[in-house]
Structures are given as structure tokens and as C-alpha cells.
Nanobody, 109 residues
């Protein structure tokens, strides 16, 4: 079954950048559709971006985040630019109804 592991989270100042990575293993598909979601305490997990045959973004991140994949490395990337405190959350990648453990992103001055 598919397994996912996020990396690249951390603490950054407002206006800064981070790049999240999602390593995907065990998929039945050569290029599985992968989504990024984020969640803050007490709130639901919200869609951020996804990649399959095409890409999709939440309006809140469009123009600042860019999802991409390296098929040779079975990894999906989410570079995040112009970060604001509102982007602070735990970020999760998902594929084939499985979730990674998450990566924490904190945007703070």
C-alpha cells in the first residue's frame, strides 16, 4: 500500500519561502495523483494544491505556491513563497486515500 512522508517544514518569517516535499512509495500507479492539505488546531483539513493530469490550487495560495513532481524520485514538491502567518499549519500530503504524518510550517516574525 502507498506510504507518504512529508519533509521541509520549519519556521520562516513573513514574506519568506519554504519547500515541502512528499515522498511517495508503494503506489500501484506510476504517477499517482497527490494532494496537499493543511490543518490548524480545531479546524478541518483544507485543500491546498493537487497534481495529477493537471494541477489545482486553493484560491488562498494561487500564485504563491506551485506544486510539481519528480517522477524519477517519486516525490511531489510544494514550493511556498510570500508566506504569511495565515499559512501557519500542519501540512499533509495524500494519495490513494492514505496520508503522511504531516510537516509543521510556522510563519512568524
Amino acid at each position: 500500500q502507498v506510504q507518504l512522508v512529508e519533509s521541509g517544514g520549519g519556521v520562516v518569517h513573513p514574506g519568506g519561502s519554504l519547500r515541502l516535499s512528499c515522498a511517495v512509495t508503494g503506489s500501484s500507479f506510476s504517477n499517482p495523483a497527490v494532494g496537499w492539505y493543511r490543518q490548524t488546531p480545531g479546524k478541518q483539513r483544507d485543500f491546498v494544491a493537487g497534481i495529477g493530469d493537471s494541477t489545482a490550487y486553493a484560491n488562498t495560495v494561487k500564485g504563491r505556491f506551485t506544486i510539481s513532481r519528480d517522477n524519477a524520485k517519486n516525490t511531489v514538491y510544494l514550493p511556498m513563497n510570500s508566506l504569511t502567518p495565515e499559512d501557519t499549519a500542519d501540512y499533509y500530503c495524500t494519495a490513494e486515500w492514505r496520508w503522511g504524518p504531516g510537516a509543521q510550517v510556522t510563519v512568524s516574525s
